[in-house]
């Protein structure tokens, strides 16, 4: 790791929708390639970086369950959206000349490899950015917490979190409510009891139980991902009380 950064191996969360440009819907080429070329400026940082990228511009299984879809077929097919995404995304990086590997928590050997824990290490330690794809593989569960789980056993040591249009975590929503507040830091137990929209309750109470800190930053903000890689105040910290370096913005 380079003396100048805090950390060694990271995982960044980015959603669907960041791949899918103006359309709001679907993958646009020239969305991939901005997020490829800002996870290829963070990894010649010299981190290892995993990846783990949402499938709510392709379907949100939540979304059809409420409509009468079974829940577990939903999530199965939200969980395929993630794959077409980091199929894209895979593309993108590697026309930039950095190497990846694609692994999938659903077996599709055609595309991808199995996850498999130490197989992630190994490519890690070798310079290659892991995308891991397809949720945990199991219905009822996010990608949120995939991202969290897989962050945890890959030994990482912060969660980047990039949100779509959102610079941070609010008491309320600020594209509603101009009058919400924003918060530079916040205890884990903070966001649960009030909460905030920072992830779902079982993501971010996996992050709690095995202590991993979390930057909830906008993804479109150019520079974001490389600022919060380099350890530089973006967005909201969430992590433990002695962790915290200040409280609601402004307060």
Same mark, same amino acid.
């Given at each position: 790791?380079?003396?100048?950064?805090? &950390?060694?191996?990271?995982?960044?969360?980015?959603?669907?929708?960041?791949?899918?440009?103006?359309?709001?819907?679907?993958?646009?080429?020239?969305?991939?390639?901005?997020?490829?070329?800002?996870?290829?400026?963070?990894?010649?940082?010299?981190?290892?970086?995993?990846?783990?990228?949402?499938?709510?511009?392709?379907?949100?299984?939540?979304?059809?369950? $409420?409509?009468?879809?079974?829940?577990?077929?939903?999530?199965?097919?939200?969980?395929?959206?993630?794959?077409?995404? $980091?199929?894209?995304?895979?593309?993108?990086?590697?026309?930039?000349?950095?190497?990846?590997?694609?692994?999938?928590?659903?077996?599709?050997?055609?595309?991808?490899?199995?996850?498999?824990?130490?197989?992630?290490?190994?490519?890690?330690?070798?310079?290659?950015?892991?995308?891991?794809?397809?949720?945990?593989?199991?219905? &009822?569960? $996010?990608?949120?917490? !995939?991202?969290?789980?897989?962050?945890?056993?890959?030994?990482?040591?912060?969660?980047?979190?990039?949100?779509?249009?959102?610079?941070?975590? &609010?008491?309320?929503?600020?594209?509603?409510?101009?009058?919400?507040?924003?918060?530079? $830091?916040?205890?884990?137990?903070?966001?649960?009891?009030?909460?905030?929209?920072?992830?779902?309750?079982?993501?971010?109470?996996?992050?709690?139980?095995?202590?991993?800190?979390?930057?909830?930053?906008?993804?479109?903000?150019?520079?974001?991902?490389?600022?919060?890689?380099?350890?530089?105040?973006?967005?909201? &910290?969430?992590?433990?009380?002695?962790?915290?370096?200040? !409280?609601?913005?402004?307060?």
């Amino acid at each position: 790791m380079p003396d100048s950064l805090p &950390y060694r191996r990271i995982l960044v969360k980015l959603s669907g929708e960041a791949l899918a440009g103006e359309h709001g819907f679907g993958i646009d080429p020239q969305a991939a390639r901005r997020r490829a070329e800002e996870l290829v400026a963070v990894h010649r940082l010299g981190l290892e970086m995993a990846v783990v990228v949402g499938g709510g511009n392709i379907f949100r299984g939540m979304a059809a369950a $409420s409509t009468g879809m079974e829940r577990a077929t939903a999530d199965y097919m939200g969980m395929l959206g993630t794959v077409m995404n $980091s199929l894209a995304l895979q593309a993108s990086v590697e026309a930039l000349g950095v190497p990846t590997r694609l692994q999938t928590a659903i077996e599709m050997r055609q595309v991808a490899e199995p996850f498999i824990r130490r197989r992630a290490i190994r490519h890690l330690e070798k310079g290659r950015i892991v995308i891991f794809a397809a949720g945990t593989g199991n219905p &009822y569960f $996010s990608t949120d917490t !995939a991202a969290v789980l897989r962050c945890i056993e890959i030994n990482g040591e912060i969660l980047l979190m990039g949100k779509n249009g959102v610079d941070a975590v &609010y008491n309320d929503d600020p594209r509603r409510n101009p009058a919400a507040a924003r918060f530079r $830091s916040l205890d884990y137990m903070d966001a649960l009891t009030q909460r905030l929209q920072v992830m779902d309750g079982t993501a971010l109470t996996l992050c709690m139980e095995n202590k991993l800190p979390i930057i909830v930053f906008d993804a479109n903000g150019e520079g974001n991902l490389v600022r919060a890689a380099r350890g530089e105040r973006v967005g909201t &910290y969430v992590g433990e009380p002695s962790a915290l370096a200040g !409280a609601i913005a402004g307060a």
